[in-house]
């Protein structure tokens, strides 16, 4: 009996511990979300020097510089000892060169506001002395800059743009009328920073002579509040300016300021009917301001030159469209003053050149694909570089070419993405490599593309990887019944086996302009999320993806057929993804869910509602669910306004087809998100119990729309992954 009783304890400590090995070779939430397992090494605050031969990079707390040519570490521009304030050594945030790399700009403390801006405590680097100087009197400020020329610093401070001398400490205000929520200087407000991509609104001319800067009048723009909570016995209301679908913008003005006549220009706009000005850049004429000015539809754009002597403007190019038009960082000045421009007036995404009155002088890039990203001229203004999707738009490749045609180089070889940080000469890139089932590759490639040496090859987490039996990624193409071909990819179980039936999760994004269905390593996706689906393909369920009408890359035809009515093309293509998979003979039909965030939440909801007849279940995480809730400048761009297109709103807002829902449905939204308002899951809500439909929600206090922080993220990627197991 005594033998019997251990040869059953061998069998059960056998069977446990093949137990604890299969959990341990595979991915885990605990290992996406609170460990950094699978974080990729990577190359850190690059900053090429401009000898372009050297650059610096953040490293062990401080500030390193490197050769290029020999990966040696040449010097050690900022060591932890320099950074020690009252004892307490600070940590690197940011930094920031003069011109002449004499002095540093070292940010630390930093106290976000919204997504994208946030304040700091700024300290002055002298490389000579080894000598930290505090700006401001040791108060968080925003957007801290050299003057290109002299040994003074301009900075946003309490909604006034200041000037500081370093050598006296003396401040100058530039403006004095900043009252937070109704007159911002040299700053975004919310819609501008979120949907025109930019926080530090004022721009010091290269001669030093000047400051452009933005005025935002937001007075008339309408309050939003949301309550903070944050462990107070009596919670908090915090109240911003948030322009919505059709309201009031702010009134923008451009001021030039003469730092040696303490003056300001204001610039002339012309008709002041609701416009935005997206960019502002100095020529390389230091007294010419450029300026681009839409209309609020966003169909027409113009770039003007300002005089910044009287403020004087002209206009210099003009461009509109049917649609809308896309602003980029693309606009790139010449000696000798022509310039790049980038349009999608050809159907595509291109460069051309122009001279300094405005006259096309040449086409520099064409075909049937878009400049996805464009990196500027060489130092000897022959040859420039760009990033494109000539050969798909799942790919994504670096090229060289010549200004005046008579050569093109593809510099980087491999299929997948390749994203690079050019040095200031362009002799060098380092490049960032990956395919979708390969982690980043580092490396340093000339201007030729001749790959120099290997900064981080990423083996250990590949290895990683391989030791969890990760999935790969499979691309795939279909046609649907409206005869465009749709892009996507899909990850199988491990232990796929053709003549079963597996449950698919769609996961979707689908916005215009972006792409999920991209071959790089969580280029889209972000690590956490990627490696989720990773781990739900390893459970035993077929993971999908689908790039549907109204994406990007693939033309402006294709990325604009959505215009006024967004949600309707993507909705039917995702009903018609569902139709494809259904009918795979590995799919079990029946057994379709969907995931989504953000505009992806929008269209899971959309998915469950105008597609239920064909999806079982959905998660919708911080979704739009009423366009007439979300923002001017980004509803507008593709809906124009809800006075002007009602239907267009209506019509495809899910909050308006809960009726048709059947079924289960998972909806998430963090109470502190400033992007997609909360407001959108209430009134979601509302819609549901009226419709009496049975639902699950969740809502995480205080968190923005990324949801994350003191375990939310684990929390609630634990909480969609029980939710798919018990629906799907």
């Not at 009252?86 to 506001?113: C, H, M, R, V, W």
């Not at 790139?332 to 595509?348: A, M, P, Q, R, V």
């Not at 000539?390 to 060289?400: M, N």
């Not at 900064?455 to 649907?480: I, Y």
């Given at each position: 009996?005594?033998?019997?009783l251990f040869r059953i304890s061998i069998v059960i400590l056998i069977i446990f511990n093949s137990g604890l090995l299969v959990a341990q070779n595979s991915i885990t939430l605990e290992d996406i979300c609170s460990t950094r397992k699978f974080n990729a090494d990577n190359v850190y605050g690059i900053r090429s020097l401009n000898d372009g031969v050297h650059y610096t990079v953040l490293e062990n707390g401080g500030i390193e510089k490197y050769s290029y040519e020999t990966g040696d570490p040449v010097e050690a521009i900022v060591s932890k000892k320099d950074f020690i304030l009252n004892g307490d050594t600070l940590k690197i945030d940011e930094y920031e060169f003069n011109k002449s790399e004499t002095k540093l700009l070292i940010a630390t403390e930093s106290q976000p506001l919204y997504r994208h801006s946030a304040s700091y405590r700024y300290f002055a680097f002298d490389r000579t002395t080894k000598k930290l100087k505090e700006l401001a009197g040791g108060k968080h400020v925003y957007h801290a800059t050299f003057s290109p020329v002299s040994n003074q610093v301009a900075y946003v401070l309490n909604n006034n743009l200041y000037v500081e001398d370093l050598d006296t400490k003396k401040m100058v205000a530039v403006t004095s009328n900043g009252v937070q929520n109704q007159i911002i200087n040299g700053m975004a407000d919310w819609v501008y920073e979120e949907e025109f991509a930019?926080?530090?609104?004022?721009?010091?001319?290269?001669?030093?002579?000047?400051?452009?800067?933005?005025?935002?009048?937001?007075?008339?723009?309408?309050?939003?509040?949301?309550?903070?909570?944050?462990?107070?016995?009596?919670?908090?209301?915090?109240?911003?300016?948030?322009?919505?679908?059709?309201?009031?913008?702010?009134?923008?003005?451009?001021?030039?300021?003469?730092?040696?006549?303490?003056?300001?220009?204001?610039?002339?706009?012309?008709?002041?009917?609701?416009?935005?000005?997206?960019?502002?850049?100095?020529?390389?004429?230091?007294?010419?301001?450029?300026?681009?000015?839409?209309?609020?539809?966003?169909?027409?754009?113009?770039?003007?030159?300002?005089?910044?002597?009287?403020?004087?403007?002209?206009?210099?190019?003009?461009?509109?469209?049917?649609?809308?038009?896309?602003?980029?960082?693309?606009?790139?000045?010449?000696?000798?003053?022509?310039?790049?421009?980038?349009?999608?007036?050809?159907?595509?995404?291109?460069?051309?050149?122009?001279?300094?009155?405005?006259?096309?002088?040449?086409?520099?890039?064409?075909?049937?694909?878009?400049?996805?990203?464009?990196?500027?001229?060489?130092?000897?203004?022959?040859?420039?570089?760009?990033?494109?999707?000539?050969?798909?738009?799942?790919?994504?490749?670096?090229?060289?070419?010549?200004?005046?045609?008579?050569?093109?180089?593809?510099?980087?070889?491999?299929?997948?993405?390749?994203?690079?940080?050019?040095?200031?000469?362009?002799?060098?890139?380092?490049?960032?490599?990956?395919?979708?089932?390969?982690?980043?590759?580092?490396?340093?490639?000339?201007?030729?593309?001749?790959?120099?040496?290997?900064?981080?090859?990423?083996?250990?987490?590949?290895?990683?990887?391989?030791?969890?039996?990760?999935?790969?990624?499979?691309?795939?193409?279909?046609?649907?019944?409206?005869?465009?071909?749709?892009?996507?990819?899909?990850?199988?179980?491990?232990?796929?086996?053709?003549?079963?039936?597996?449950?698919?999760?769609?996961?979707?994004?689908?916005?215009?302009?972006?792409?999920?269905?991209?071959?790089?390593?969580?280029?889209?996706?972000?690590?956490?999320?990627?490696?989720?689906?990773?781990?739900?393909?390893?459970?035993?369920?077929?993971?999908?993806?689908?790039?549907?009408?109204?994406?990007?890359?693939?033309?402006?035809?294709?990325?604009?057929?959505?215009?006024?009515?967004?949600?309707?093309?993507?909705?039917?293509?995702?009903?018609?993804?569902?139709?494809?998979?259904?009918?795979?003979?590995?799919?079990?039909?029946?057994?379709?869910?969907?995931?989504?965030?953000?505009?992806?939440?929008?269209?899971?909801?959309?998915?469950?509602?105008?597609?239920?007849?064909?999806?079982?279940?959905?998660?919708?995480?911080?979704?739009?669910?009423?366009?007439?809730?979300?923002?001017?400048?980004?509803?507008?761009?593709?809906?124009?306004?809800?006075?002007?297109?009602?239907?267009?709103?209506?019509?495809?807002?899910?909050?308006?087809?809960?009726?048709?829902?059947?079924?289960?449905?998972?909806?998430?939204?963090?109470?502190?998100?400033?992007?997609?308002?909360?407001?959108?899951?209430?009134?979601?809500?509302?819609?549901?119990?009226?419709?009496?439909?049975?639902?699950?929600?969740?809502?995480?206090?205080?968190?923005?729309?990324?949801?994350?922080?003191?375990?939310?993220?684990?929390?609630?990627?634990?909480?969609?992954?029980?939710?798919?197991?018990?629906?799907?």
């Amino acid at each position: 009996m005594a033998q019997v009783l251990f040869r059953i304890s061998i069998v059960i400590l056998i069977i446990f511990n093949s137990g604890l090995l299969v959990a341990q070779n595979s991915i885990t939430l605990e290992d996406i979300c609170s460990t950094r397992k699978f974080n990729a090494d990577n190359v850190y605050g690059i900053r090429s020097l401009n000898d372009g031969v050297h650059y610096t990079v953040l490293e062990n707390g401080g500030i390193e510089k490197y050769s290029y040519e020999t990966g040696d570490p040449v010097e050690a521009i900022v060591s932890k000892k320099d950074f020690i304030l009252n004892g307490d050594t600070l940590k690197i945030d940011e930094y920031e060169f003069n011109k002449s790399e004499t002095k540093l700009l070292i940010a630390t403390e930093s106290q976000p506001l919204y997504r994208h801006s946030a304040s700091y405590r700024y300290f002055a680097f002298d490389r000579t002395t080894k000598k930290l100087k505090e700006l401001a009197g040791g108060k968080h400020v925003y957007h801290a800059t050299f003057s290109p020329v002299s040994n003074q610093v301009a900075y946003v401070l309490n909604n006034n743009l200041y000037v500081e001398d370093l050598d006296t400490k003396k401040m100058v205000a530039v403006t004095s009328n900043g009252v937070q929520n109704q007159i911002i200087n040299g700053m975004a407000d919310w819609v501008y920073e979120e949907e025109f991509a930019f926080t530090k609104a004022f721009e010091w001319s290269p001669d030093g002579r000047f400051i452009a800067f933005y005025e935002f009048d937001e007075k008339e723009v309408k309050q939003f509040s949301m309550t903070t909570y944050e462990g107070n016995l009596y919670p908090e209301e915090y109240r911003f300016k948030y322009p919505k679908a059709g309201e009031a913008n702010s009134q923008v003005d451009i001021f030039i300021y003469h730092l040696d006549r303490d003056l300001k220009v204001k610039v002339e706009l012309g008709e002041r009917s609701d416009i935005y000005i997206p960019r502002i850049k100095w020529t390389n004429d230091p007294a010419t301001l450029s300026i681009q000015r839409m209309n609020r539809l966003q169909n027409r754009i113009e770039l003007l030159f300002a005089d910044a002597l009287k403020g004087k403007t002209r206009v210099v190019i003009k461009e509109s469209a049917d649609t809308y038009i896309d602003v980029t960082d693309n606009l790139t000045f010449l000696d000798g003053g022509e310039f790049i421009w980038s349009s999608e007036k050809d159907g595509y995404n291109h460069l051309y050149m122009y001279d300094a009155a405005g006259n096309e002088k040449v086409q520099l890039t064409a075909g049937e694909w878009d400049v996805t990203d464009f990196y500027g001229i060489d130092a000897k203004g022959k040859n420039f570089y760009y990033q494109s999707s000539e050969e798909g738009p799942t790919q994504r490749h670096v090229y060289a070419a010549s200004l005046n045609g008579s050569f093109k180089r593809k510099l980087t070889p491999n299929k997948g993405q390749s994203s690079p940080r050019f040095s200031k000469t362009k002799e060098y890139f380092i490049n960032n490599y990956s395919d979708a089932n390969t982690p980043d590759f580092v490396s340093l490639i000339n201007a030729k593309g001749k790959e120099i040496r290997v900064l981080k090859d990423n083996l250990k987490l590949g290895k990683t990887l391989r030791d969890v039996n990760a999935p790969k990624k499979e691309f795939f193409t279909f046609t649907p019944s409206h005869g465009i071909p749709l892009n996507g990819w899909m990850i199988k179980p491990n232990d796929f086996d053709a003549s079963k039936k597996y449950p698919v999760m769609v996961m979707v994004y689908g916005g215009p302009g972006s792409n999920t269905v991209h071959d790089g390593w969580n280029t889209y996706w972000g690590t956490g999320r990627h490696l989720w689906q990773l781990m739900l393909a390893q459970q035993g369920y077929i993971v999908v993806s689908v790039d549907n009408r109204g994406t990007g890359n693939r033309g402006r035809d294709f990325k604009n057929c959505t215009y006024q009515e967004l949600g309707k093309l993507e909705t039917e293509d995702l009903i018609e993804t569902a139709k494809y998979l259904g009918n795979l003979k590995y799919v079990t039909a029946s057994r379709i869910g969907i995931f989504g965030w953000s505009y992806g939440g929008y269209m899971s909801s959309l998915a469950l509602t105008k597609g239920a007849d064909y999806y079982t279940m959905a998660i919708a995480v911080a979704p739009v669910t009423n366009w007439r809730f979300y923002d001017s400048v980004y509803t507008e761009r593709y809906m124009r306004t809800p006075q002007e297109n009602a239907s267009g709103y209506d019509d495809n807002s899910p909050i308006n087809h809960v009726d048709k829902m059947k079924g289960a449905y998972l909806l998430v939204h963090g109470t502190g998100d400033d992007n997609v308002h909360f407001q959108n899951s209430v009134e979601m809500t509302e819609a549901l119990i009226r419709a009496n439909k049975q639902f699950d929600f969740y809502m995480y206090p205080d968190r923005n729309h990324g949801i994350y922080g003191n375990n939310a993220r684990l929390h609630l990627f634990t909480k969609m992954t029980d939710f798919i197991k018990k629906n799907l």
